[in-house]
């Protein structure tokens, strides 16, 4: 626990008295808003907590008014920022000055109940010292490696001048972060402050390399565990178990200090599939090697995962639906996806729709896996309904008057949970019927059946909120599934003979199980007009799977095959970008793998980025007797490079080549791209206007 203490803020007082009182304004009397805040939060301005409420020593009430950490924007954030830290020094500085006089501090004190926090936990906050019924105002800044300011708010002190408070990491956006928390008497003016840490947390990463975060695994592949626990000690001996849905070990070791990165697992290949954990402890009888060492029941650290046979990274199309804007596309490359239901005009819903081209057979069992991102205050605990959708849609074009009808009851409901936990809805009917091909697959829509309340927003991550680096944040399909079984082939019935010997019939030879495979994707670019190279990765357990056809498609498109090298790479080069628009396409390159008796089928999708091309442009120049009249260069050709031409390519502006006096000019002419072409490109050509009187 880190304790800082302050004394009276007589010199923090004198500083600067206007712009202190400035700064003061948005803290004191009637509640503020803040400057701005992000895209879809209903944060509401200055809370203050009443001494009875922060005073109760449960933490569960404590965590019920928690204040969330709601990072505040320019011009405000650096006028805080500066507020929270002078108040601090000041306090510091007082304090020492009555240490060197040898008087007896004023004092207040403010403890956080741990040095270090995980993301999305409870920040529990205690102050003494202050004076009863006083109202004590809070801030949280964050002083490296990025120094950032959080909202602020009030709380009362109560009859014996303590308070009790709590802030809500709810972003993992402060992982490696340094927090200062500063309390400031209103009518006292006295501080304290106290210093946490929102250090390095370990992940679970799904290369070797350790680059790439992933939480969902298939059947087979390897989960490598990546990071120290939590910010402790690197001088102490680590245990890591691995366990299964039912509870089991099915892995344990220890590591020595500084090798925790070593460690690795590889999901067995047949499952078992639902939630694993990864339990880390520390050993708890100091550093050492870890001969010595012994830990306690209870792990430092617990990290989950989902486990399916097959795992389907990000959806093939998803976005989000507004009432209050009815007509509107709520930008398909997004990365949030909302779900509320807040007035009668005020309401969110969500679409997706994933690839299962490379699933077939009997479905066991298959959910859909969100991620909440952020919530609303009165959003847990709500429900929220998953349909079957009935009719075609495109992320790119869908609004709420356009969206697509749905099924009259739903597949699944789900309550929901915390920001930074995930939702796991049940569809296990629905994908055996788009595989079986009963309904058409279109997907899914999440919506909220409650009655209207503020605040009730749940913003999940969209595939586009997966990167290069971390592919934790989008929807996740996960999907059981058995191979279809050959029909066998009768066997004759044999034609009696005189003999009493009965010839006994083979024993059939049981058909061995495809072992469970994974295909990772790789994201690919190209020019409108050129060519593009899709690659995929096929792996069963950690090594690659050779000599396997992948199929590959260009947003829904085939587009060809390639076969897999000796690390079970598939590379398919020229793939034509003409007819595919300039844009960012989350899931545009497809890939599936269709199995055989050996290795399971499996499916993957990544970004396809496709950028504008330069378009061919020809300007003819006029040369002419003067004659009084204005002439202006024309336009001999505009070319495209998929053989469009003219206004399907883009315009050219010739105004700065139009002239009437005699004279020989240098002109400048301008091209205007259409979607699909650069824009604004400049061609300079000197053109010869010769005007002969």
Known sequence: MKKEVGAALIV??????????????????????????????EMGALQTQTGQATTASDLSARRALAIRATKLYEPRATEVFNLATSRAESAQQSAQRSVQESEAPNEATLTTNLDDYPPYSYVYIGGTGFEPGETVNMIVVQLEPNPTS?????????????????????????????????????????TASAIFTDAAAPSLQQDPARTIKRDAFAWGATVYLKGNLNGQSPNRCYKVDWVDPFGSVVQSSNFEPGTLDTS?????????????????????????????????????????????????????????????????????????????????????????????????????????????????????NRI????????????????????????????????VTLAGTNMRWTVTSDVAAFVAGTFSNFGWRVSDPGATQSNSDVTYGSTQANT?????????????????????????????????????????????????????????????????????????????VSGKSISFMRNGTSVGSATTNGSGVATLTGVSLCGVNANTYASGVGA????????????????????????TVTVTPYTMPYDGASHTATVASITGVCGETDAAVGTVDLSGTTHVMANTYNDTWTFIGSANYNQLQQHHRDADHRCDR
Request: overall charge negative; some cysteine; hydrophobic content about 35%.
């Open 12 to 41: 923090a007082l004198q500083i600067t008295t206007l712009t202190l009182m400035g700064l003061m304004a948005p803290f004191v009397g009637e509640p503020q808003q803040p400057a701005k805040t992000p895209a879809g939060s």
């Open 150 to 190: 959080y909202e602020p708010w009030d709380v009362v002190a109560d009859e014996n001048g303590n308070i009790d408070t709590s802030w809500y990491i709810f972003t993992d956006e402060l992982v490696g972060a340094t927090l200062q928390v500063t309390a400031t008497g209103q009518t006292s003016g006295l």
């Open 264 to 380: 690795a697992f590889a999901v067995p290949s047949s499952g078992p599939s639902g939630i694993w954990q990864v339990k880390l402890y520390e050993a708890n009888n100091g550093n050492g090697p870890c001969n010595s060492a012994t830990f306690s029941v209870t792990p430092s650290v617990t990290l989950t995962f989902d486990v399916a046979r097959a795992v389907i990274i990000g959806a093939l199309a998803d976005n989000y639906v507004d009432l209050k804007n009815p007509t509107t596309n709520q930008n398909a490359a997004g990365t949030t996806l909302i779900v509320s239901k807040k007035s009668a005009t005020d309401e969110q819903r969500t679409f997706h729709r994933f690839d299962l081209s490379g699933i077939s057979g009997t479905i066991n069992s298959s959910k859909l896996r969100m991620s909440i991102s952020a919530e609303g205050n009165s959003a847990l």
């Open 384 to 415: 929220h309904d998953l349909h079957r959708v009935t009719a075609t849609w495109t992320d790119a074009s869908i609004t709420w008057n356009n969206a697509p009808a749905v099924a009259g009851s739903p597949t699944n409901s789900q309550t």
């Open 468 to 544: 290069p680096t971390d592919n934790t944040k989008g929807p996740v399909l996960l999907v059981d599934y058995a191979s279809a079984t050959p029909t066998p082939t009768p066997t004759p019935t044999p034609t009696p003979t005189p003999t009493p010997t009965v010839t006994p019939t083979p024993t059939p030879t049981p058909t061995p199980t495809p072992a469970a495979t994974n295909l990772i994707v790789t994201a690919a670019s190209g020019t409108y007009g050129g060519t593009a190279t899709f690659s995929a990765t096929l792996t069963s357990g950690a090594s690659g």
């Open 592 to 615: 599936s793998f269709a199995g055989d008796t050996s290795y399971g089928a499996t499916s993957g999708s990544a970004q396809l980025t496709v950028g504008k091309a330069n378009a």
